[in-house]
């Protein structure tokens, strides 16, 4: 007789899943400093790019170098790139630069693969959230039983330690 782990990978290989994970139980999830350090080497690498394509840009086509405000051309462009960065290395890879460094892996909370729907989700709209109510939203992450930031409640997603997956 099959137990229900069994079963359930049956089912979702029955229904055509690309991607069936393990269980969810064995993984150890990602406390809030392990993040924390991920973060900001992510940070680390936005200003880098932003230093080295968006700026130069800039002053190629003679655009203000000001940040005076939120919706300055200059703030526009680096929030785009901040966000791009963490949209599509997320999709493509399940980890940021700083996540690889630290061995960090987003994962779907309900076995299944990230969607575009999801990352975007997650990545725009959920840290927009967390960010906009300072950064409480993150520090949700030290105090969560699956160590889950505010964006990632709304996504159903969760950072482990790669080793574990």
Known sequence: MMNEEQQSIEQATM???TVVLPNYATFHYAGFWMRFWAYLLDLIV????????V???????DL?????????PLSIATATTFYLYFIFMT??????IGKM???LKVIDVNNRS???STVLFRELVG????????????????FSPKKQGIHDMIADTTVVHERTC
């Not at 999709?91 to 940021?96: G, L, Y």
């Open 91 to 96: 999709k493509i890879f399940k980890q940021t």
């Open 64 to 72: 203000p170098l000001e940040k005076n405000h939120m919706f300055t």
């Open 114 to 116: 990230l969607t575009w």
């Open 46 to 53: 936005i200003a880098s790019m932003n230093g080295i394509i």
């Open 55 to 61: 700026y130069p840009i800039f002053r190629f086509m």
């Open 127 to 142: 840290k927009f959230i967390s960010k906009t109510i300072l950064f409480i939203g993150f520090l949700v992450a030290a």
């Open 101 to 103: 460094v630290f061995g």
């Open 15 to 17: 229904q055509s899943e």
